[in-house]
Structure formats: C-alpha cells, structure tokens
C-alpha cells in the first residue's frame, strides 16, 4: 500500500471540484486508504438543479464504462442511462436516417444526465469512510510548495485553510488550482474559443409519456449554417443543444449568428429552413430559444499538469475539450485511473505526478484535435454522400476483419486503445485504403483492357 | 484629418509603454495631431541602465528602417549603430565562415542596443508639442468600454486615472494592458515558453580599443548542445547570448542545462567542448557566467487586439516572439505604421482596429513559426553541409533572377514584403526546386542514355 508518506503516515488528499473527475478520485484514493477532503464551489448535486451552464447531457462510453466498473458502480445504473445505438440524421425533407455506433450490440453509448451521474458518485464516495465532502468552499490561495490550500466560502467571508500532502485540481476548464499552480512561473498555455456556441433546448414527451422522436439515438440536425444535436433522457424527453456562431460574419452575409437572431420571425424562419422537422418537435421553439443564455465552448492545452509531488491537475483543469466526440467526461476518468495507478506505484511523489502527465498528455492532446475535427464532422461531413461512403467502407473492412481494421470512431468510443495510438493506426488504415483504391483503379482498367483484347482478338 | 472624434474634438490617445513601439506611436500620433500621453512603470530610458532582462542587442532591417525613416529618424543614426554583413559562424577546430546576408551592399542588419534605440525614440517623440512622457506609472484598472485608466506609482500609492477616446497597450508580452483588456471575455489566448533559456556574457574589446573578433557580423557558435549568439556594439565588444535548456532530460544524459551546469570547472569544460574559440575571447567566463541571470524566452499568440473602438494592442503586447529571426522590434514598428494608417483612414473606430487586426495578425502569426524555426536553423543547420548548400543553390538563383527567385531569409529580412507572402512564395520556390532538381536528375540520367546508345550504335 502506498497511501503513506515517506515517514510512515497516512496520506492527506485535498480535491478542489466535487464534479465527475473530483467524486471518482475520491473514491479511487478513499479507496486506496488516503483521507480525502474534496472542497467545491457548488453544491451538493445530490440536492437537485442542474449546474448553469453544464447541463449538457453525457455520452458514457467505454472508457467511462471501465472507470465506473472500477469503482463497482456501472452494474446498478441502467435506470439513469437511455441506450444510444446511433445517430438519426434529420435533414429537411428527407426520411430519417439511421447511422449505428458500431457492429456489435455492446457498441453503443448510453446518454445520462451529468448532474445524475455526479450525484451517484458523489454517494459512492461519500462509502469511503476516509473520504469527506465540503460544498460552498472555493480555492483562492495555494502555497503550492508547502501543500497549504486557503479556501473561502463565498458570502460569508469564512475562511479556512488546510495542509495536504497532495492537492488535486480538478476543477474545470477555468481551474483556480491550475492558475494558483501556474502563476508567475514560466508554463505553456493555451485557450482557443470556439468561434460557434450554444443553446439548450429541451422537446417534451407526449402528453402520453412517448417520445416524440427515436429515443435510443443521439439526434443530429446538421446544416450548412447551424448544427443541432439532441441527446436522449430517461423521461423520454431529448435535450437539444443548438450551435450557431456568436457573431455576424460580414464575409457572410448569409449565415445568421446569436447576435443577429433577435427576432421570434427570424428564429422560426431559420429553424424552418434548416432544420426540418424540428420546429414541430418544439412547438415553443422561439420561446425557449430566448429563454436560455448562449454559452461557450473552449478548448485548454496547458503543461506542466503537476507542480513538484505537490499539487497536480486532472480532467478539464488540465485538457477541456470540444464536447464534439463526447469523450471529455471518459477521458477525466482515464486521467483519474492513471492518476491512482501512478499513486499506487511511486506514492505521493514528483515521479508518480510526471508519470501521470508523461502517459496523458499526448493523448489528451490528440484528443482535444479530433474533437475540434468532429465539429465539422457533424456539422459538414454527415450530410456528404461520398463521405458516408467512405464510412462505410470503413465498417465494411472491420467486419471482415475485425482485429486488423478498426474505424477510428470505433477505437475512440468502443476501446481503451489511447488516443494517440488509435489516431496513428487510423491514419495508417487511411493510407491503406488510398492505396488499395489506386490498385483497385488499375485493376479494374487491366482486367477491362484485357476484356476489351480478348473481345478484339 | 482623422485626429479628432465624431464630435469634432481633438483626440485624446493613452499609450501604457514608453518601449520601442509605444514610443514610435507616440510619434506618428502625435504627429497627426493626436494628444498622447505615454505611461511607462520603468524610469526614463535616456537616465542610462539596461532594462533588467531586455538587453538583447537588436538587429534593424528593412522594416525597422523604414520606420525609422517615417519618422525622420534613420540618417542620423550611423554612430549608434554597427553594421552586420553577414553571419561569422565559429566551430571548434575549423576556420571562421562567413555567410553574407546577402548579395548587395545594402542587404545587411544593423545592430544596436536596445536601450540606445530606445533614448532616440524618447527623444523624437517629445519633440511632438501633443507628446508627454510619464515614467514611473503602471496601468493597474481599466475600464475597457468607457477609455478609463487607472495607473498606479509603485511604492508611493500614488493613482491618477485617464480618460481617453484610445488606450494603447504597447507594455509587452505580459501586458497589463492586454490582461485588463481580455478579463473574463471569451479570448484566444496562448502562451509557449521555450525550454531554453538564455545567459549574457560579454566579449570585451582589447586593451587598445580593437574587437577580439571581426566586428561587423552576428556571430553564432552553433552546436548540438548548445548555441551562443553574439550581436557586436560600437565600442567594439559583443554581447554575447548563451543558449542552453533550462532543465535536464533524463532521456537525453549528454545534454546539460541551466541547471546541471553549476561548477565552474564543469562551465569550463562545456564551452571548451563545444564553442572552439569563445573562452578565448571570453577570458573570465566561468565568472560572467555566473554573475547573469537565466532569462526565459516566450511566444504569445492572441485574439482579439482590441476592444471595440477603445482599446487596442501592439508588438509583443499581442504577438511576442523568440528572438531567432531578429524580426521583434521590425514587426513591432511595422505595427505601428499600419496602425497609424487605419486610424488616418477610419479615425478613432472599431473598423479602424479590425482593420489593423486582419492586416497585421495573418503576418506575425506565420513570423511566430518562423522565428521558432529558426531556432533549429541556427543551432543545427548552418552546420549542415547539406542545408548549407541548398542555402547556397537558393542565393544562385536569386543572383540569375533577382525578381523571380527571392530566399526567404531576404524577403523576411531585406523587403517589406508581408510575412505570410513572404512564406507562401518560399514555399512555392521550394517546390520548384525539388521539381528541378527530380527534371534534372531525370534530365542526366537520359543524357547519359543517348550518349551510351551512341557510343555502343
């Protein structure tokens, strides 16, 4: 066991953010036999309300699958998640369209809300008996070489301040560890808005209690000027969310932004036009429209990920992503693993914390690539027909050889396989594949030529 | 003229930085009939004393003289200044190589120290009647839409604020400006530290006044471990800059950093090893070595510029580079130029800052990459006989066809050319030579053909 310090005692843990990745290293490390403290600014999710501005509703896949069995908490959920065997593409005027997630029945994701799943982990942790929890308390000092954490209680002026052998950062995009950790030290960083955000929108169920729409599905809505994506909830209602650019572009006059939808006409024109059958699944589309705020999305590369053995990050602290390949709340899990794996094996040390980043880091970076790419993806590339076709052929060639050729989205969503590697392995399939059309082209002109001869001679 | 607001008074500019660019602006400013103030946290750089950590030497070229000559400045300037011809490159056990900057008389760089460039600045711009001068002052509160600016004595507790119709933040890459400016907005914003540092040493002139080494050329001491970079000054000595990693890499043993280097004995040994003659010319450099602080050298990419019609920023405020292809101050000035211009053209406007934003942000975003770059080209590949003399092939061609061929060290560094056209025709020459070179390889290879056919029919 390795939850002690050199000197023989036990070791203290401080997490900052009570989220998915704070609740599961909670557990991990409780587990493990460190005394945990997890301070966060919110509060209890278990009291209900979504979190602002979070309330997007989760993928889970197999990464997440594994962290939560882990934990022995996966077995007992089914009746939070809804089954998403794969996405139904709306576009005006065409039928739906079903695309699977994979070729076998347990290659599927499973929609749930985050605040659901915060809260059952939050219970789960709260088992460990070592593991205790404090709501309304946000960081605002780090003595970051001496493990000592200032934390206040906004309001009230309290203040508190707690010394660990090992402070845990995981507290989002906009982490006060990470800029507590960084400051004035010479690190890289960097934050990329995305020019696009968005809108939630919720489409009811049937006064009957039935879905309006397919339910086991994620729902995508793609246009050339807007891109819509729905995910589904146990009451059978889907929560939408509608991603448009935050401003007007005078390069194009054509494409509408948040800023320039101002009017009631203008939104249910626009969704009309665009996105089908949507207006009729959300009869109070403008109403909800400008009901809810437009929020942003934003991508955080940064190194270092730890400071000395003292403090180190996990999750969006250190890598927040596009939500475009739904893999932001998996690959937090995957962090927190490797994270306690590392813990395990060098105790709290500076080689345990950079082992931790040296194994992550490249793929989160990968990571936070394809999901940038994915954007486009949904938005652009599900609705060409040559595109679709290349899919295709990509799950054709796994089914005849279901080890040898993976589809990338297959190794991302269905598979541990880390990120970078799954990215150069599909890169190679792709080259494969350009080569092996060329060939099938020359092929095909040998054999025609050779038909053409025989027909002549 | 454009020196007044929509109202018709006379416009109010506050310019936080009295360094290179915010002193150029000063002048073109206040020449157009603007009032400016100039705010600076430093003392009076005409008070004598290196800015702590700025005394790099720099390297004018074409941009930077063309700005200079906008505001009347460059003739007078030929006793601050040393001419630099060429690259000198030092490699132990082998004669000193000369490789010019180019192939006319007046394609070279000039160095001069920067504090000296910067009196003269100072001085031009209060000859401007609407120019002053406060020194001693940090922007510490900004109100971003109202053109207020609240600025702070250090150590007196001393506050003014200012109210202005344009506050520029010309205060560096880790302006305060731009930090008040961006805080809480949804900004691009990056930061990447090179993980080598640098320490200055200093080759004396002789005891009789004369240099050690041939004066008018930048030296490099170019090697696997390390790159030391001298820049000459018109009292006949050289600052010298030694590269090194900051840290070690466990991977790499045989590399030593900063860090690793702390004896003298093991200081001595290194330089001895690696740059031939430079203990030589330097007799107590294990003391110089020493006594200098490690400086880290930054990238800083960011968007926006500005905010509104109110605030906006220039040089290493919005685009800081690494000092590796001597284009820092050239592309703050030139800044400068093209923001003067858009405020002719548009007056204080938002469509007057956009418009230098898309002028300018394309350009030192391809110069940010270039600079990196040519990291690697000092360091590794001027001792590459092979890069060498594709460097050689490329100044041949320009020789035959000066308007058609241009390397892109020339374009960077000898025309006003912009730097994102200044790769894409490098690129595009690039490709012709590889064409040339596979036509001509194709071209012998059917030469040698004709003439073996010949010889045997």
Known sequence: ?????????????????????????????????????????????????????????????????????????????????????????????????FQPYGTRPEEILHSIRRNELNAVLVDRAEKEPAVRFHFGWRGSELDRDGGRLTLTKPGTGERRTVEADLIIGADGAFSEVRQLMHRGLPVNYRQDFLDWGYR??????????????????????????????????????????????HHDDPQRPDQPSFDSLTTEAAVASFFATEFGDLPELVPDLADQYFA????????????????????????DACHAIYPFYGQGMNS??????????CLARYGVSETAL????????????????????????????VRNPLHMLRAQADLALHRLAPQLWQPLYRMVSHTAIPYADALRRAQRQDRLLTWGAAAATVGTALVARAAWRRRRG
Chains 1, 2 share one sequence.
């Open 332 to 341: 937090a899990f995957e962090d927190c693993l490797v994270l306690d794996d």
């Open 292 to 315: 809810h705020p437009v929020s942003q999305l934003v991508t955080i590369r940064t190194a270092p990920w730890h400071h000395r053995d003292r403090v180190v990050l996990v999750g």
């Open 1 to 97: 066991m390795s939850a002690t310090t050199p000197d023989g005692r036990l070791g203290r843990v401080a997490v900052v953010g009570a989220g998915l990745a704070g609740s599961l290293l909670a557990v991990l490390l409780g587990r493990r036999g460190f005394a945990v403290d997890v301070f966060e600014r919110r509060g209890d999710p278990r009291a209900g309300g979504e979190a602002e501005g979070r309330s997007i509703n989760l993928g889970i896949s197999a990464r997440g699958i594994r962290a939560l069995r882990a934990v022995g908490l996966w077995d007992g959920m089914a009746p939070s998640l809804v089954p998403m065997r794969g996405r139904v593409i709306h576009q005006p005027g065409a039928p739906l369209r």
């Open 200 to 245: 939630e929108l919720t489409i009811r169920s049937n006064p009957d209690g039935s879905a309006r729409t397919p339910i086991e599905a994620l729902h995508v809505w793609p246009s050339r000027r807007g891109l819509v994506v729905a995910h589904p909830n146990t009451d059978n209602s889907l929560t939408c969310t509608v991603l448009l650019p």
């Open 354 to 381: 950079a082992t931790y980043q040296q194994s992550r880091k490249p793929h989160t970076d990968v990571l936070a690539d394809l999901a940038t790419d994915n954007f486009i993806e949904l938005r652009d590339r």
